[in-house]
């Protein structure tokens, strides 16, 4: 989307840049490079704005872009109907952002000059999860990602923990291709009831959002059942209690271990001396949504 002055009118202070060149240019001007980089989809909320915060805190220089991009999209439907709200984004970025920070804002002609044939290789970690229920779009995520790092040049780069699948495979995203940089997890901001903060939440009926506070209830529940039960129980449980909730279909339940995604199985197979997710989408009427918390055996 093209930025015209009138979107800018109450931010003016605020960079915002369009081009990798404009970035180029931004660097040698203000003699700072390798910012704190916060990438997004935009339609930005207060889980958004804690990482800004962190990288404003924490670097002496921050960028933020704001990209929709194409390539991650497996449903072109979705794609459509993402929230676009430049205007609105700009205005809560300009509370936090200094003088040298910035805001970068390509077309998908900048981000793609053409199209992007890169296949990325992460093992195992994309052929689970998120991976089995969206083709290819972990794919679209590195090709996307590893495009803004090579433009932005981050020192560090903060991704949020509630897409946990994804931050697992950015770290290794960076492992195999940005030695460098270091990846920041932010944890998960949460509404009172419990519903995880995300951009696709503005897009619920009123009546699927009133009941949403569930998904995390069950979630909790399902981390206090796992010294007790087996795997299948604990996912039945949650299947059962996701799916009677009116239009809420259950769209996968996995217990997985933090570094490797594999699932468990069994919960004897559980090391005292590892992390474990229970990780979960479901559709809200037509909303798709994730979520997932840490769960201990006592
Ligand atoms: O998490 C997101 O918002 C997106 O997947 C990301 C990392 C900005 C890449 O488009």
Known sequence: MAINAGHLKNVIAMKVLTTAKEVKEHYRVCV??????VPTMGALHEGHMSLVKKAVDNCRMAAVSIFVNPTQFNDPDDLAKYPRTLE???QMLSGYLRENDFVFTPSVEEIYPEPDTRQFDFGNLDKVM???????????????????FDIIRPSCAFFGQKDFQQLTIIRELARQHYPKLEIIACPILREPDGLAMSSR???????HRDRAGEIYR???ASGAMISDYEITEIKEFVADRINMIPDFRLEYFEIVEEKTLSPVRAVIEMSPDKKYFACIALRAGEIRLIDNIE???R
């Open 130 to 148: 998120e991976g089995l229920h969206r083709p290819g779009h972990f794919n679209g995520v590195a090709q996307v990602v590893s495009r803004l």
């Open 32 to 37: 700072l490079r390798y910012p704190g980089f």
């Open 88 to 90: 609105a984004d700009l």
């Open 218 to 220: 069950t979630l909790i």
């Open 201 to 207: 939440n503005r897009r619920l009926l009123a009546q």
């Open 295 to 297: 769960v201990e055996l």
